[in-house]
């Protein structure tokens, strides 16, 4: 079993939407990928723990604690940790511009990279109508996308057994449907004024599930992903790079509870695709 010597060091490290409190969270890749990197600077960008699944149903297993652990351990260390609440962790907001020891619960913030440029870092969901407007229909949306993750699990189920790569449902309809092409294009195109306005030069944000590294209208826009399905993280090397990682684990396809039960580990970072 191939192990990294040391972990890997970056500047800044990015990560969202990691929905502890839900079956669907990937807390054994990102565990993994916790373990085996670390930075200066690490940042959560919104919905870390989902209420809204809590508020329906009580999940939370010992991996979801040792997230929590593994996170407050890194503060401990010396990595300064920005907590971005997001819409399914709202209640989180209660606490904006507190400071728990190394850890700063902030509605948004502004980056400097290495190479002095600026980077709205915002969960995003105040650009989303529906959340803002609607909630209880982003709520529906919300159920019909776990839906479509348990129907994930059937389809990869079968596909394993022909040793085919995993593929997400939930993915392929959201790229079908055309009001949801839409709607990531005005999200995209909301987040990126916002951070021209603000006088940034790039922005960072969560909340759509779609890891995501472009120009857009002369603003870097930059989106981590997820720990649902995608399992991606934003880096920012030392030279002020950005890179999106994507932890490269066959155990991605499988449930949380399948994943506990296995030991072998295959831990490479590569760039998503």
């Known amino acids: 079993m191939l192990k990294n010597p040391s972990p890997r060091h970056y500047r800044a490290i990015f990560i969202s939407d990691l929905h502890l409190g839900t079956k669907r969270a990937q807390t054994a890749a990102l565990l993994d990928f ?45 990595t300064k940790l920005i907590y971005i609440p997001g819409n399914h962790d709202e209640n989180f907001r209660n606490f904006l511009n507190l400071r728990f020891g190394r850890v700063a619960v902030l509605e948004d913030a502004v980056h400097v990279t290495a190479t002095g440029k600026r980077y709205l870092v915002l969960h995003g969901d105040k650009f989303d109508g529906v959340v803002r407007f609607a909630p209880w229909l982003a709520k529906l949306g919300d159920t019909a996308y776990e839906v479509s993750m348990d129907l994930n699990k059937v389809v990869n189920s079968v596909r394993r057994l022909f040793r085919l790569p995993y593929w997400s449902l939930s993915a392929y309809l959201k790229n079908r449907v055309k009001k949801a092409v839409e709607f990531i294009s005005h999200f995209e195109e909301a987040v990126v004024r916002d951070a021209r306005a603000r006088g940034c030069q790039g922005a960072i944000c969560g909340h759509i599930h779609t890891p995501d590294d472009r120009m857009i209208d002369g603003i870097h826009y930059l989106n981590d992903g997820d720990w649902v399905e995608s399992c991606t993280a934003l880096v920012e090397h030392k030279d002020g790079r950005f890179e999106i990682l994507n932890w490269n684990n066959p155990r991605i396809a499988q449930s949380t509870e399948e994943t506990h039960a296995h030991t072998d580990r295959d831990r490479r970072l590569v760039p998503a695709g």
């Open 34 to 78: 916790l373990r085996e990197t670390e930075s200066d600077q690490l940042y959560i960008v919104g919905d870390f723990i989902d209420n809204w699944a809590l508020r329906k149903a009580w999940y939370w297993d010992q991996s979801h604690n040792d997230v929590m652990q593994k996170l407050l351990r890194k503060a401990r260390k010396g």
